[in-house]
C-alpha cells in the first residue's frame, strides 16, 4: 500500500500543532502586555516619531484650558511676580547656566523637558533658575546667589545617609588609598572586605564590581544568557534599568530591541508566559514599581492631566514577587532584582529584606560608592562564573577600566562600615512608620486646606499627585523651588528624601510645600471648568497634536 498519503498527512497534523502552539505562545505574550502604551515599546516609538512640535505663544499659555478672563489675568500676574522672583534670587546662577547651556548637551536636554513641551519654551524664558550648586551641609544645598534649598533631588536616589556622610566617605575613603593612588587591575586590600561585607548583606555567593548601576545590569543580563543559553530577558512595564538599549526598548531608544518582552507587573498572564515559553534567561524586577506598578517614572514632562498614580500595597507586591519568584525557579529563569535604586534605602538589606524574597542575582549602585560612582552584582556562584570548566574558550567577557577603582572601594568600605553603626543602624528603625506618618500629616494638611495635591511614597522615595484635572501642575515645581525646595528636573515626579531629615525639617518642608501650593491656587493655575475630566484634556491634546499634524485638519 502506498503510504506517502498518510506521511503528507501526520506532517500536516505536526505543522498544524507547531502552528496552533505557536500562535497559542504568541496570543499569551500579547496578553501579558500592558494596555497602555508603556507596554508596547515598538508602537510608542513609532507614535513618538508622529508626535508634532507646536507650542503655545503667551496668550495661549495662560489659557490653554479655556479660563475666565479673571483667572488668565491672575495666572498672568501670578507668573510675573514669580518670574521677577527667580531673575532677581538666582541671578548668578541663571547666568553660568546661561554661559554653558549651549556646549552641555544633557544640560540642554534636561531643561527643555522639564515640563510638557507646549509650554516649556515659554517657561523657560521667563523661569530661569540655574544648574548649579556649590554647597551642601545638612539636608541643605547652597547656590552660586547665596539661597539655600532643601534638597529633595537625592542625588538621583545615591543620597540616603545625607551628603556629610558622604564627604566622610570619600575624604576618609581617599586617605585610605593615598598610598596606592589610582592604580588599576591589581585590588587594594580594602576591597577583600567589601566582598565579604555585601556577600552577607546580600546573602548572595560572590560578587562582581563596575562603573554605573547601567553596566552591572548589563553584565548581570549577559551571565544569565550565558548560564541558560537563552537569549530573552523579561522587563516589567515602566520599569527602569538603566539606559543600555535592551532594558529600555521604549522611547529614548532609536533601535527596536529584539530580544526584551515587556509585561504586566502583578499579573497572572505574565506569569503563564514566565511558565510556557522556553526563550527567556531572565526577569528583571525593579522593586520601586511597587510605587506605581506597569507606570514609567513620572516625569512633570509628562503631565498632560492630572491621571499619575501611586499607592504601595505592600502585601500585594510581596505576593507578587513570591509567585515571580515560584515561578522563576520551577523554570530556571534567572530573577534578578535591580536594587540599584531602592538597595540601602528602604532597608539596610535592600528589596530583598524589606519584601522577604531572595533574588538569584541583586544589583546595587548610586549610594552603595559611598559618593563616588559605580555598579554591583551580587549574585549565586554558578551563575556568576564567567568561563566553562569543560570549554575553556567558551566564555563571558566583563572588564572595565575603572572597576575596582581604589578611591570607589575606599569610600563603598567606609559606607559599608558605617552601615554597622548604632547611628546609622538606628535611622532604619521603624523606617516605614516613619516616612509613611510623614506622608500622612502632610497630606492630612493639603486636605485641610483644600489644595488639589496628594502625595504617595515607598519609604523616602515620594511622588505627588494631583486631584483636580488640571494641565497646569507641573506649575508647581517653580512654586516649589520658590519656596525654598530643590527638586530634580524630572520634577515632582519624585521627591527622594535621605534619612537624616529631623521631623524640623521635615515639617519646615511640609511648611513650604503647603505654601506653594496655596500660592498656586491663589494665582489660579488649578481653576477647572464645571465638566472638566482628565479624559476630556488628553482628548483636547490629542485634538491638538492631530490638527498640527495632519494641515487638512486645520480648516
Ligand atoms: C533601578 C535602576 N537601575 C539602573 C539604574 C542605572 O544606574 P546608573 O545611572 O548608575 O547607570 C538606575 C538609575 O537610576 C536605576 O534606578
Redesign the pocket.
Known sequence: MDSSPLILVVCALIALAVALAKLKARLELSKAKHRSLAGHARLARRIAALVPFYDYDETRFFRSDDPPDDVAVRRRAGFARLSALYRERYAKTAALTAEVEDGISDLQFTTAYRVPFQYSRFARKHLKSGAFVQSSEGVMLGDLDGNRFYDLTGS??VNVLGYDFYKECVERGAAMVRDLGPVLGPYHPVVADNVERLRAISGQDEVSFH???????MQAVRLARYHTGRPKLVRFCG??????GD?QPGVGNPLAARDTYTLKDLSEDSLRVLRHRHDIACVLV???QALHPNAS?PADSALVDSGRGAHVDRAAYTGWLQRLRAVCTERRIVLIF?????GFRIAAGGAQEYFGVRADMV?Y??TLGGGL???VICGRRDLMKRFRDDRPVDICFARGTFNSHPYVMAAMHEFLRRLEDEDIRRLYRGLDELWDGRAERLNRRLRDARLPVAVANLSSIWTVCYTRPSRYNWMLQYYLRAEGLALSWIGTGRLIFSLNYTDADFDAVADRFIAAAAAMERDGWWWCGADATNAAIRRRVLREMLTHRFAFLRG
Open positions: 538621583y536616589g562603573m554605573s548601576g547601567t553596566e552591572a545590569v520599569a527602569y534599568h538603566g539606559w543600555w532594558v525593579n522593586p520601586l517614572a535591580d536594587e540599584v535604586f531602592v544589583t549602585g548610586k560612582p559605580v555598579g
